[in-house]
């Protein structure tokens, strides 16, 4: 019987079947940088204040500038504050405006965003501002927490179904749930789509990486 050797010598060393192979088993690496560099347009943080639609009650005919003068307290550099408003209070328009207000308080109603460069993004979609900012770094632990798993699990995985399941996968993995990312309805679903995103990246550029020896 002829060895392995022989016939990689009769049908050619690396032939247009190899080559094939490889640019089939590199080709989706090149979207993968594209995945990690949205991080920049997903998690981008646009103009925004507290939402005091409350006064509204008290003075529907108020404009936009002189509802966020008498409802949001100012910065030491004079802009308005991003992440505090006055507390609501049950008073006439003619009291707030000859009295004021100093009681502050966190955003009670939620933000409204000026100044998108985007349409959404999750700070937007799911409110990850203010004392809600950290979750923006937790987002990007579970993709690397997943590319971790995705390297454990999958190489453990090959060694037993063999690399060519062990790439296969993983890519169905990506594309089903990088879709569904885009789609999250809430923030933990987010995590969760991209914790399998992360396990079939990993997964996918180890066992593509060994595959790809093979036909060089």
């Known amino acids: 019987m002829a060895d392995f050797g022989e016939i990689l010598h009769n049908i050619g060393e690396f032939g247009l079947f190899q080559k094939t192979i490889l640019f089939a088993l590199c080709f989706p690496n090149f979207f993968l940088p594209f995945h990690f560099a949205s991080v920049v347009f997903t998690q981008s943080d646009p103009e925004r204040y507290c939402n005091t639609d409350w006064i509204q009650e008290a003075a529907p005919n108020l404009t936009a500038e002189e509802q966020l003068n008498l409802t949001l307290p100012r910065e030491e550099d004079g802009i308005f504050s991003r992440c505090r408003m006055f507390v609501p209070v049950d008073w006439d328009i003619h009291a707030i405006r000859d009295y004021g207000l100093n009681e502050t308080t966190g955003c009670m109603n939620g933000w ?105």
Not at 113 to 121: A, E, F, I, N
Not at 173 to 188: D, N, R
């Open 112 to 216: 409204v965003y000026g100044s998108m460069l985007y349409q959404s993004t999750i700070v937007t979609d799911f409110d990850l501002v203010c004392d809600q900012t950290h979750l923006l770094g937790v987002a990007q632990t579970v993709l690397m927490a997943g590319i971790v798993t995705g390297c454990l699990l999958l190489g453990l995985f090959a060694e037993s179904f063999g690399r060519k399941r062990a790439t296969q996968i993983p890519v169905v993995l990506m594309v089903v749930f990088t879709v569904a990312t885009g789609f999250s309805p809430t923030y933990p679903f987010y995590l969760a789509s991209q914790f399998v995103v992360g396990i079939g990246y990993g997964g996918y550029r180890l066992n593509s990486v060994i595959l790809s020896k093979v036909f060089l």
